[in-house]
């Protein structure tokens, strides 16, 4: 029997080939998308990226902030509205201060408990967003917030308190703007001086007279840490209730603080035995690895 050339057993071969990862692809492809799931996805694709052009055009001109206190935020009004909607007059305790007035360890505490790298990015940690909705979509609800200090600003400013995913796209996008017009000093001014702190409490000036009778200047390295350890439950870890989360959590913002060099090591004694002595129990002499993990990393 004659020998087909090499030419046209090469192209046979190809053909075949050709012919089985076509094949392949076509199962693959049905296994995994199905019916129309590329039109799906391009379709919400589309949709999304549509709505977030909508939204950035709608959202608030944030560049007055670069000079003007704003004079009430939505969270103020919000919780204005849940006090008369209880029977109850709404409270408002806020005195602007400079962050120069602030005490630099009371500072330090607040980013080490809210957002070790605010210095390191623009506004959004990606790594913790793509954890929190992966997480969201596994439990079919919103979970952990993986805010950045400048999120959680905007929201303080313009939003609710309420979790929808929608909430959240806004607040990305709100976040950008900020970190865009302001400077980081300017942020982190205005968060400190917003942020709640207690019923009716805002910004760490009127938290440090409410809750320890001082200014913000004269914060002690474990006043600031208290403080700092209230914010993920600013109306719930009230000092005045000597909650154990609230202890503990000041506990390792101190350890962070010494491991990072913003404290001494004298100084961070002196705050854990101050921290006992408020809660009336003994120093604890160490926390774990798992505890310290908690909080954001460190830069």
Request: one cysteine or more; glycine letters at 8%; a positive charge.
């Amino acid at each position: 029997m004659a020998s087909r050339p090499p030419s046209a057993r090469a192209s046979s071969i190809r053909t075949q080939k050709t012919k089985q990862l076509t094949s392949g692809a076509r199962r693959v492809v049905g296994k995994c998308s199905g019916p129309g799931w590329g039109r799906w996805a391009l379709g919400g694709w589309l949709l999304l990226v549509l709505w977030l052009s909508v939204e950035y055009v709608r959202l608030p001109d944030v560049s007055p902030l670069r000079t003007q206190n704003p004079p009430t935020t939505a969270l103020m009004a919000q919780r204005a509205e849940e006090a008369r909607d209880a029977g109850r007059k709404p409270r408002v305790r806020q005195a602007w201060v400079s962050l120069g007035t602030v005490a630099p360890h009371a500072r330090d505490a607040v980013l080490i408990s809210e957002d070790a790298r605010f210095y390191k990015h623009e506004g959004v940690d990606w790594t913790e967003v793509e954890n929190a909705l992966e997480q969201s979509v596994r439990e079919a609800r919103m979970g952990r917030g993986a805010s950045t200090l400048t999120q959680q600003l905007a929201k303080n400013l313009y939003l609710s308190t309420d979790r929808s995913l929608l909430r959240k796209g806004k607040e990305l996008l709100l976040a950008r703007r900020l970190e865009a017009h302001l400077s980081k000093q300017r942020i982190l001014a205005l968060y400190v001086n917003v942020v709640e702190w207690g019923e009716g409490v805002y910004g760490i000036e009127a938290a440090a007279r409410e809750h320890f009778g001082v200014s913000a200047r004269a914060l002690s390295v474990a006043q600031g840490a208290m403080l700092a350890a209230m914010l993920p439950a600013p109306r719930r870890w009230l000092p005045a209730q000597r909650p154990e989360a609230l202890r503990t959590r000041a506990g390792v913002i101190l350890v962070r603080l010494e491991r990072e060099g913003r404290i001494s090591a004298a100084q961070a004694r002196e705050a854990q035995a101050e921290l006992a002595r408020f809660f009336g129990a003994p120093p604890t002499p160490g926390f774990g690895a798992e505890a310290i993990a908690g909080l954001p990393a460190g830069s």
